[in-house]
Every structure is written in structure tokens, then in C-alpha cells.
């Protein structure tokens, strides 16, 4: 079978012929590969800065964020059905007894960081035309969603800041007051760094939520993300305008800065743009490109006076990809054509050259395994 491999020792990039994997738990579903996206993990991984092939490879499947079709299931599969839709999700619990995270099916706040995430690191991912996985790492997708479901995986990033917010906000009185066909957050006002797929999937969220939103990113509108952001009721603004000094005074304080740019400069520099009792939630992960300097004053000053919070979050846990299913959803019932539009394109495994090596264009490029 074609799958989409990385040799780090050789630092090659290759579509190899992968000897088709078998189930060997009687739990164990064997998926058909639909759509695997493409994002700047697979591009890092790509250029050689990480990603671990499985114990005894010299290769490691990338991709890992995926749609999928259930095509065979074992003897005990009680949850999962041939025909079935499917996300996958990526990580796996490390094998720590005293790891608490792992031994609740909380992966994504492992204690050791000795777990397992499919396509980046120690085991194969989603690049390719068959996978085997246990029925208990699936999340069942409904059929209306064929088109759009691969934007689930990183729309998952968003969804645990979000429900991570409300439960930390719960810390003082946050909630808005209800207002007929508003949603929780209509009383408060959201900055969101970068125009990438997680910036505007996580901009999606937010005005779903009704938060006043502004995506802030560097490219000059107009431009395709810009008009997303527009679509979606969100203001665009560029960085090249409005300076992050400059924020706070144009728009009024900012209640949540959900970060997803992976640039540490300009992300601490809008931390002055954050109001009283906000809370800053950081998604990227930069490069080590050395020091910058900020004013390290003014932000704890700011985080004591004002009861700021800054919170990082990586990977998600099964309640964001149900949550994530559910939004993709309401997405294209509100926005249809802009959900849409998040797709730039999709492609064959053959074109994975231009795509994983080449420059980055576009907003979320697919490759597409196969049709149903
Ligand atoms: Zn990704
Ligand atoms: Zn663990």
C-alpha cells in the first residue's frame, strides 16, 4: 500500500510501498484512509527537526490528522461498525504506572512525555491507505460531514482551550449575562494570533460562542484568510497596521488571546493588549531562534494587577474531539462557504514533494487516499 514516510537517518522523503498492517487485538479496526491533512508538524517532520520512527524503523509514516472509513472490525469491537466514519485521535498513553494522566485516558496531560502520537513520534500515522487501531482511540463522525471532517483534528486545539476557559474562568464572576440567542461569550472580546488553519478554526470557535474576535495575523488584507475571518463575523487585522502596542486603544481590552501563530515576539508583545481578569492561551511552538527581549516588568505587573492568566495547551482528549465534531458541524451551517474555503486543495499521495517540501501556500491542503 502507498503511504508517505520519512528516513531521518537518511533524511529522505518518500511514497514507499508499506506492507499492509494487521489487526492483532481482538478490539483492533482496520480503517480505509479518506483524507490526511497536511499541516507545519508534517513540514517540520519533513525537514528533519523531529519525529521518531517505531522501535526497529528506519521510517516513520507521517500525518496525523485524518478521516477515515471503518472497513473491518475484530471479534470484540463493540463500539465501531463497518461503514462507520472515523477521526483517530493521536496520542497514546505512555506505560507509567504512577502517570495518573495516562492511566485515565488522559494522554494529553501525560506526566512523563513518554507517550506515543501517530505520525510524529515512535509510531506510524495516518499517511497512507491502510491503518489498524484499537476501536477505543476512534471517534465516530457523522456521514453529512465527509467533506469537512478532516478540519476536526486541528480544530481540537481550540476546542480544549475552550473548555479549559470556562473551567478556569470559573475562578471569578465571567459568565455574561444571558441574552436572548447569544451564546456564552457575547460579553467578551477575543484576540486571535495568526490566520492558519488553527487560528481560523479556533476564531470559528469563538465566534460560535459569540466572542467578539479579531484575527491578527501579518499578511495585508485582503487576502484569502482575511476573508474567512470576515465570512465568520471576526475582524482581520494585520499586524503591519496596528502595531500590537497599539491594540488595546483601537479595539478596548482583550479578554482571551488564543495564540496559534508560534511567533514569541509578537505574542508577548500583544500580552499588553490583555484586560482585567484575562487569560492568554498559548497553542504554538516556536523554533529556538535565541533570545528576544521583552519588558518583563510590565507583564508581570500586568498579570499581578489585572489576575491575568497564560495557559499552554498541546494535543486534546476525547471531550475536544467530540466537541470538535459537534462545531464542525454548526460551522457549516453558519459558514458553509467559508468552512469550505479552509480547504485549498486536495491531492494525491504523488504530489507530496511540492506539498511537505515546497513552500507553504494556501490555508489547509488534503491528500486524498481514496473517494469513499
Ligand atoms: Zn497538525
Ligand atoms: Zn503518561
Redesign the pocket.
Known amino acids: 500500500m502507498k503511504a508517505i514516510a520519512v528516513f531521518p537517518k537518511a533524511k529522505e522523503v518518500q511514497l514507499i510501498d508499506a506492507e499492509l498492517p494487521a489487526l492483532t487485538s481482538p478490539t483492533h479496526v482496520r480503517l480505509q484512509m479518506l483524507d490526511v491533512?497536511v499541516?507545519?508538524?508534517?513540514r517540520e517532520i519533513c525537514a528533519f527537526q523531529y519525529g521518531t520512527p517505531p522501535s526497529g524503523s528506519d521510517h516513520l509514516i507521517i500525518g496525523?490528522?485524518s478521516l477515515a472509513r471503518v472497513v473491518e472490525v475484530g471479534p470484540q469491537v463493540r463500539t465501531r461498525r463497518v461503514g462507520e466514519l472515523v477521526v483517530p485521535m493521536v496520542r497514546r498513553p505512555c506505560p507509567h504506572d504512577h502517570c495518573t494522566a495516562c492511566r485515565s485516558g488522559r494522554q494529553d496531560f501525560c506526566f512523563t512525555g513518554d507517550f506515543r502520537e501517530r505520525g510524529i513520534g515512535g509510531a506510524h500515522g495516518f499517511m497512507t491507505e491502510s491503518v489498524v487501531e484499537d476501536e477505543r482511540y476512534l471517534n465516530p463522525v457523522p456521514e453529512a460531514l465527509r467533506e469537512v471532517a478532516i478540519l476536526v483534528?486541528?480544530l481540537t486545539i481550540a476546542e480544549k482551550a475552550l473548555i479549559q476557559l470556562w473551567h478556569l474562568q470559573e475562578r471569578l464572576p465571567w459568565q455574561c449575562p444571558h441574552r436572548p440567542g447569544k451564546d456564552h461569550g457575547h460579553c467578551r472580546r477575543a484576540l486571535v494570533l495568526g490566520a492558519g488553519?488553527?487560528g481560523l478554526l479556533g476564531a470559528m470557535a469563538l465566534r460560535a460562542r459569540d466572542f467578539e474576535t479579531i484575527v491578527y495575523a501579518r499578511e495585508a488584507a485582503p487576502n484569502e484568510k482575511s476573508a474567512v475571518a470576515e465570512a465568520i463575523g471576526a475582524s482581520y487585522v494585520s499586524s503591519t497596521d496596528v502595531p500590537p502596542a497599539e491594540i488595546a486603544a483601537r479595539y478596548g481590552a482583550i479578554d482571551v488571546v488564543y495564540e496559534a501563530a508560534g511567533a514569541s515576539k509578537v505574542a508577548f508583545d500583544t500580552m499588553q493588549a490583555l484586560g482585567a481578569n484575562s487569560i492568554f492561551v498559548f497553542t504554538g511552538v516556536p523554533g529556538r531562534k535565541g533570545p528576544v527581549e521583552i519588558d518583563t516588568d510590565l507583564v508581570m505587573r500586568n498579570l499581578v494587577l489585572r489576575n491575568q492568566m497564560i495557559l499552554g495547551t498541546v494535543n486534546a482528549g476525547r471531550d475536544a474531539f467530540e466537541a470538535a465534531i459537534r462545531d464542525v458541524a454548526e460551522f457549516g451551517r453558519r459558514w458553509p462557504a467559508a468552512l469550505r474555503a479552509l480547504i485549498s486543495g486536495r491531492h494525491t499521495p504523488e504530489e507530496f514533494r511540492e506539498l511537505l517540501l515546497g513552500r507553504p501556500t494556501g490555508i489547509k491542503h488534503v491528500i486524498s487516499f481514496a473517494e469513499n
Open positions: 491533512g499541516c507545519g508538524t508534517d496525523h490528522e483534528e486541528p488553519p488553527v
